[in-house]
T-cell receptor, first 120, second 111 residues
């Protein structure tokens, strides 16, 4: 159990275009989903926290108008990188935090496989 | 907010020996401490976690210890194998808040 999928796994786009990344919890309901970006040989940097049905909370320094997050249901969150530029090239990873269960506490997070974005 | 420090940044261990990675945290309210293993280009995978009401947890070759007084926790891998080579991240969080990750440890198992 506790599978998180992410689509697409890789995307190459031209500068100025927008890219949408989907994150789905496949076999559990997620109260909260998180979006991270990771540069080579670095740790995960949290971009934003999204709760189903409410606006995302962005970390300091992350432009909310550039990185649009929608969390329409308990199993789906999307990140749209608008007007992408080469400096947005990175590995984007989502994670989902499950509703309380007997198997895991409320803090357990499961990660998606990541999306490698390359902006030309 | 929470601040997590992780050491060492790189660690090379002879196959069969043990590996220890240490983390410290700053927020005494933190009560959940997961460890993730990330292979190159892959997702972080939860390998073990511990909550603040427990001092030690073991799962086969992997164990985690927690010292709440000193605010540090450690990952212990025994009888290391080549497939243990990866980057390991510790993390800490107070209840219902975001995870704060350490900077990662690149573990290399030497055959």
């Amino acid at each position: 159990g506790a599978v998180v999928s992410q689509h697409p796994s890789r995307v190459i786009c031209k500068s100025g275009t927008s890219v949408k990344i989907e994150c789905r919890s496949l076999d559990f309901q997620a109260t909260t989903m998180f979006w991270y970006r990771q540069f080579p040989k670095q740790s995960l940097m949290l971009m934003a926290t999204s709760n189903e049905g409410s606006k995302a909370t962005y970390e300091q320094g992350v432009e909310k108008d550039k990185f649009l997050i929608n969390h329409a249901s308990l199993t789906l969150s999307t990140l749209t990188v608008t007007s992408a530029h080469p400096e947005d090239s990175s590995f984007y990873i989502c994670s989902a935090r499950a509703l309380p269960s007997r198997l895991a506490g409320t803090d357990t997070q499961y990660f998606g496989p990541g999306t490698r974005l390359t902006v030309l | 907010g929470e601040n997590v420090e992780q050491h060492p940044s790189t660690l090379s261990v002879q196959e069969g020996d043990s590996a220890v990675i240490k983390c410290t945290y700053s927020d005494s309210a933190s009560n959940y401490f997961p460890w993730y293993k990330q292979e190159l280009g892959k997702r972080p995978q939860l390998i073990i976690d511990i909550r603040s009401n427990v001092g030690e947890k073991k799962d086969q070759r992997i164990a985690v210890t927690l010292n709440k007084t000193a605010k540090h926790f450690s990952l212990h891998i025994t009888e290391t194998q080549p497939e243990d080579s990866a980057v390991y991240f510790c993390a800490a969080t107070p209840p219902n808040e975001k995870l704060t990750f350490g900077t990662g440890t690149r573990l290399t198992i030497i055959p």
